[in-house]
């Protein structure tokens, strides 16, 4: 139970603490307010038995807690106004039932990212620009326990013996925790946002991100079953344009998708989704994605989707899109299209080293139809700057060819990129394989050229 607190009239003149609550800025809390809340988050805890109340309905018992916790506020006997005193309620609620104070930033569907430097150091990503918050947690002690509460609810832990894990939130957004004696300066945190409702081919049109043109070009590579690999940046888009690509493969096929931290949301029905596991506490039964690719050639997929290629899972994946399993899909982290070409080789060679280079090579040309580029402009748009595709060998070389190009022409007086989206006018020589599946493409789709921002 609480002790009680003697029932005396103070004023701002007579309790220097009183003052400075009232003046404060409620968007910058100061370490009084902090305390403040962390005070009736104790209390609560001490006064209501969440576990015999979990068994209520979530509205019932959000309703419940929220009158205990007004209790508190009124026994606190804190001069605060109707407004401050809920939102002291509700950032107590988000204690108890979510990410404390990240959960305004969660409720905000604009941020895309969410960066957590330091205890007192937040900044967001929204429009591709980084910005400072002043959203604020009370020490490393409340931060780690935020981050405890996340990796929790996916079965995983971060401790000491294993400082670093990646985890996903209910919302699919995909968070990476660090933790002392990694991180230096406290535990950091970096949660990966993405739309309730994944952007569509349309949208990314309409956003100038590709052309109509292109897209087209896509949609029909998609449903061709051509090999095709998603190559960019950190935050280029990679995860949002496969996404998209995913929802051009007709319903009746059967997709298997494989991923480090499940992040797809693919819209067809069949869809069997797996998921790597780190190692338990021991220190064994890891599950790496060169297992899951290798398992799910067993699993009758008819396309295989790979979040992201980053090891020796690249030999598993180009030998699958060499044995019959076409139209698979995968991302790469590079800064062109031949960058892609050159980790994919390095990749494979980690997986085996006595290939030869040219036989890694010629893995990877028979392998791989298409190379779709994406990059982040200076202005935070992102834009899709090449459409790439491999032709096959000459001699110990792999050759490739632009069928579209983004060319940068500049800025414009509020630092917007000024560029066009243009054909180079080679027809690519998949064409064929277009045609061979009933897919005819309009001429006009390799000779328009579209500006942007000029």
């Known amino acids: 139970m609480m002790n009680p607190i003697p029932d005396m009239k103070r004023g701002p003149d007579d309790d220097p603490w009183v003052e400075r609550l009232l003046n404060r800025n409620m968007e910058t809390p100061t370490a009084e307010y902090q305390e403040l809340k962390f005070a009736l988050h104790r209390k609560l805890l001490d006064r209501v038995n969440l576990e015999a109340i979990s068994s209520l309905a979530s509205d019932r018992v959000r309703g419940e807690i929220r009158s205990a916790v007004g209790k508190l506020v009124e026994e606190e006997r804190t001069p605060l106004t109707l407004s401050e005193k809920d939102k002291v309620i509700e950032e107590v609620l988000d204690e108890v039932f979510g990410l404390g104070p990240l959960e305004p930033l969660l409720q905000d569907p604009s941020i895309s990212d969410i960066l957590?430097?330091?205890?007192?150091?937040v900044y967001i990503e929204r429009g591709g620009k980084l910005?400072?918050?002043?959203?604020?947690?009370?020490?490393?002690?409340?931060?780690?326990?935020?981050?405890?509460?996340i990796v929790s609810r996916v079965g995983r832990r971060i401790d000491e013996s294993s400082p670093m894990v990646d985890a996903r939130l209910p919302d699919g957004s995909r968070v990476n925790a660090v933790i002392a004696p990694i991180a230096v300066d406290g535990p950091l945190l970096s949660i990966r946002r993405f739309g309730r409702k994944p952007l569509d081919a349309q949208q990314l049109v309409r956003n100038m991100s590709v052309t109509e043109g292109m897209m087209e070009l896509l949609s029909a590579c998609v449903r061709a079953r051509l090999n095709i690999i998603v190559s960019g940046g950190t935050g280029a888009g990679k995860t949002t344009l496969l996404n998209c690509l995913s929802g051009f493969i007709p319903e009746d096929e059967r997709v298997v998708t494989i991923e480090d931290t499940a992040e797809l949301q693919m819209n067809q029905i069949h869809v069997a989704r797996m998921e790597t596991r780190p190692p338990n506490m021991e220190g064994t039964g890891a599950i790496k994605q060169r297992q899951l690719v290798i398992n799910a050639l067993r699993m009758r997929p008819?396309?295989?989707?790979?979040?992201?290629?980053?090891?020796?899972?690249?030999?598993?994946m180009l030998q699958a899109m060499n044995t019959g399993h076409d139209g698979s899909l995968t991302t790469i982290h590079s800064n062109s299209p031949r960058d892609a070409i050159s980790r994919l080789e390095v990749m494979v060679g980690m997986a085996n080293a006595n290939m030869g280079v040219r036989a890694i090579r010629q893995q990877v040309s028979s392998a791989?139809?298409?190379?779709?580029?994406?990059?982040?402009?200076?202005?935070?748009?992102?834009?899709?700057?090449?459409?790439?595709?491999?032709?096959?060998?000459?001699?110990?070389?792999?050759?490739t060819q632009d069928i579209f190009v983004f060319e940068r022409l500049g800025l414009t007086a509020d630092n917007r990129v000024k560029g066009r989206f243009r054909p180079t006018g080679v027809r690519p020589k998949f064409d064929e394989k277009l045609r061979a599946c009933g897919i005819q493409l309009?001429?006009?789709?390799?000779?328009?050229m579209v500006e942007v921002n000029t």
């Open 116 to 121: 957590v430097t330091t205890p007192k150091l």
């Open 131 to 149: 910005t400072r918050t002043p959203v604020e947690f009370k020490d490393n002690n409340h931060l780690l326990r935020i981050i405890e509460k």
């Open 302 to 316: 008819d396309r295989i989707v790979v979040g992201e290629v980053r090891g020796e899972e690249a030999l598993d």
């Open 368 to 399: 791989v139809d298409l190379f779709i580029q994406l990059s982040r402009m200076s202005d935070g748009t992102r834009r899709l700057t090449h459409i790439t595709e491999c032709v096959g060998m000459e001699g110990d070389l792999i050759t």
């Open 442 to 448: 309009s001429p006009a789709i390799f000779q328009t």
